[in-house]
């Protein structure tokens, strides 16, 4: 019954290591983006997928890479993982990217160490 | 540049009414929206506002001046589970939703 699901809810992991966070939404909208939610509670989009097309890439570095295989999932891949990449990382979708309300996953608080 | 401004915290109690106000300089407008976030949760929509005026909805109602570049969220008959953060956010002209920092509002007994 999950409208947007996100894997993994916690992921510890080392300094210059790879991970993926997984996002799913069975809502059918056609919109799908990232956030982050850093320490002091900022949320900030990072990207935005219409129907599996990338249409905002805020300034965020190349090592995080979008991926959308069809347009209810939307992955999110970060290479070579730094401290400052330690936040809450949040999934959303809206069924079009004019539509005002936005559905959250529950968040993926990623801790490097 | 972009900028949203809310108050960090605020205090109120139980059965009593609060106003959290936001204030938005934006490159181009599309719509303000409140979002409620408890903690260690996600956000969850609340209301939104793209034209002038007061949009109602229960307990909860949202304005917005346009010119001013402001909006309140209005809590009426607060209850201890509206202690979370409200997050006012602004759709900009590129579509892209900025969320300011957020207000922590405390409701004690």
């Known amino acids: 019954d999950t409208a947007v699901s996100q894997t993994p809810k916690y992921l510890v992991t080392q300094m210059g290591n790879d991970k993926s966070i997984k996002c799913e939404q069975n809502?059918?909208?056609?919109?799908m983006y990232w956030y982050k939610q850093d320490s002091k509670k900022f949320l900030k989009i990072m990207f935005s997928?219409?129907?599996?097309?990338?249409?905002i890439n805020e300034t965020v570095p190349n090592r995080f890479s979008p991926k959308s295989p069809d347009k209810a999932h939307l992955n999110l891949h970060i290479n070579s993982l730094e401290l400052g990449d330690s936040a809450v990382y949040f999934c959303?979708?809206?069924?079009?990217?004019?539509?005002?309300?936005?559905?959250f996953g529950p968040g993926t608080r990623l801790t490097v160490t | 540049g972009q900028n949203i401004d809310q108050p960090t915290e605020m205090t109120a109690t139980e059965g009593a009414i609060v106003q959290i106000n936001c204030t938005y300089q934006?490159?181009?407008?599309?719509?303000l929206f409140w979002y409620q976030q408890h903690a260690g949760e996600a956000p969850t929509f609340l209301s939104y506002?793209?034209?002038?005026g007061l949009e109602e909805k229960g307990r909860f109602s949202s304005f917005l001046s346009r010119s001013k570049g402001y909006s309140y969220l209005l809590l009426k008959e607060l209850q201890m589970k509206d202690s979370a953060s409200y997050l006012c956010?602004?759709?900009?002209?590129?579509?892209?939703?900025?969320f300011g920092a957020g207000t922590r509002l405390f409701v004690k007994a």
């Open positions: 959303a979708s809206s069924p079009r990217t004019d539509d005002y309300e936005q559905y």
């Open positions: 809502l059918g909208h056609d919109t």
């Open positions: 997928y219409n129907n599996k097309e990338l249409i």
């Open positions: 934006t490159s181009g407008f599309n719509g």
């Open positions: 506002n793209v034209l002038d």
């Open positions: 956010a602004v759709r900009t002209g590129g579509f892209k939703t900025i």
